[in-house]
């Protein structure tokens, strides 16, 4: 019975006549005589689809959240237990509000006890003061010297070539988009000579590069200026610890103190004013808080990031992608972005960055769009085509057939049902490219 099925289906594909593909496989004695086409019945029952010719995109689709381009990773630098989380996503903050705290009640009692041990050492101390006044003069010296570095280091700040650097890449954004509306629009006029074109997509390429420059050159900005602020605090650490000095060597002039357990005292106190200082979590920007990801009990290792701010604007889609997906796209790749649900709100975008392995500190791809009055966090869906096939032959992939090593398809001609293979490009999932095997206009039997 098997062989019956598949001899009558065969039969069917290959458009044999009826008086053919009896059971039992076996031709009844006037089938010479006599021609039966395929039943027009069981073709109606079934779709049929022209042989039509457009354009198959193969389109990565994906979303992302409406977000700040420019955002801040914030961490403690010391491990502890979160006591307090005074924000939420979505709060607007100014540059030193208290994000977030530790519970610092451990550290607050050895401070106390420090205190203590403190006072102790200095009421045991030998009251001898030899030498006491010249270290009170040498003391006053390392001050003013302290004082005189901190002047320097503060009015050498390079802040200028950061801002100049801002400026920059600012600048680059703004001819990048005008390159890419020209070579857009040089795209969207068929009229004009193929070297208008190129010159526009060599404009566009070039303004890509110096964006890319600019970045580089504000990073690195950015970079001279955090290691100038560095220099700063350590110039400003000097001076108080110059000040303490200062007032020790005065304390030892007026009373005999110099002992070594003093000094130790008074530096485990130092510590653990800064240990505590280190366990509070400041805005270091105005700006919106994008993401918490603590709240109060947890506990937190040092770096970790737990809060992520960002400036209002600009704004961009931010997409958290797997390597392998973002790996799909390159920086450039031009596509369309939308609110979901929302095709009315669909404009140009452009890719703007993507992580390259699972090591950048960074995982998210970032895309550039124009949208305008779309709320912050709301989700976009972002359209990219990957490769795109213009004035191809192409059917739905529901028609394609397969067996063994074939791939065909079933056309409906004037003379009946008839197989042909066919050789396949581009597929995505609603069109196929039909590279060679059919015609346009071809009418295709679906199974």
């Known amino acids: 019975m098997r062989t019956h099925g598949i001899s009558a289906t ?65 961490s403690f630098p010391t491990d502890g237990r979160v006591r307090r989380v005074n924000v939420r996503r979505g709060d607007a903050v100014r540059a030193g509000d208290l994000l977030a705290d ?16 403190l006072e102790a050492a200095q009421a045991g101390v030998d009251t001898s003061a030899s030498g006491s006044e010249d270290n009170v003069e040498n003391a006053q010296i390392a001050l003013a010297n302290a004082r005189i570095a901190l002047e320097n280091a503060r009015a050498s700040s390079p802040w200028a070539s950061v801002a100049a650097a801002r400026a920059a890449v600012d600048s680059a954004q703004l001819a990048l988009e005008e390159a890419e509306r020209a070579y857009r629009d040089a795209l969207s006029h068929p009229e004009q000579p193929a070297s208008a074109v190129d010159a526009a997509r060599q404009q566009y390429l070039a303004a890509q590069t ?22 700063v605090e350590q110039a400003e650490n000097a001076v108080v610890q110059a000040e303490l000095n200062l007032q020790r060597a005065i304390d030892a002039a007026a009373e005999g103190v110099n002992d070594e357990n003093v000094r130790s005292a008074q530096l485990t106190i130092d510590q653990l004013k800064a240990d505590i200082a280190d366990s509070s979590l400041y805005a270091p920007i105005d700006g919106v808080v994008l993401e918490v990801y603590i709240a109060p009990g947890d506990l937190v290792q040092a770096y970790d990031t737990v809060i992520v701010i960002g400036r209002p604007e600009p704004k961009e889609v931010v997409a958290n992608l797997a390597i392998a997906d973002a790996n799909r796209l390159s920086v450039g790749m031009t596509g369309k972005c939308q609110v979901v649900n929302r095709p009315e709100t669909a404009v140009g975008c452009i890719v703007r960055s993507i992580p390259l392995s699972s090591q950048d500190a960074d995982q998210t791809t970032r895309v550039a769009a124009g949208l305008e009055g779309v709320a912050e966090n709301q989700l976009i869906e972002v359209e990219i085509p990957l490769e795109v096939r213009e004035n191809v032959l192409w059917l739905p992939p529901s028609v394609i057939r397969t067996f063994q090593n074939r791939t065909f398809v079933v056309l409906q001609t004037s003379d009946g049902l008839r197989t042909v293979d066919v050789e396949l490009g581009l597929q995505t999932d609603d069109r196929v490219e039909i590279v060679s095997g059919v015609n346009e206009g071809d009418l295709v039997v679906a199974p």
């Open 10 to 74: 065969l039969c069917l594909l290959l458009t044999l006549t009826a008086a053919g593909c009896g059971s039992g496989g076996e031709a009844p004695a006037q089938s010479a005589a006599t021609s039966t086409p395929v039943p027009t019945a069981e073709v109606a029952a079934r779709p049929i689809y022209a042989v039509q010719r457009g354009t198959v995109e193969d389109v990565f689709t994906f979303t992302g959240r409406w977000q700040p381009r420019d955002q801040m990773m914030l």
């Open 102 to 117: 530790y519970d610092v009640s451990a550290l607050e009692d050895q401070l106390a006890n420090a205190e203590i041990q």
């Open 210 to 231: 110096q964006l890319a420059q600019a970045q580089a050159n504000y990073f690195g900005a950015a970079q001279v200026y955090n290691s100038h602020q560095y220099t």
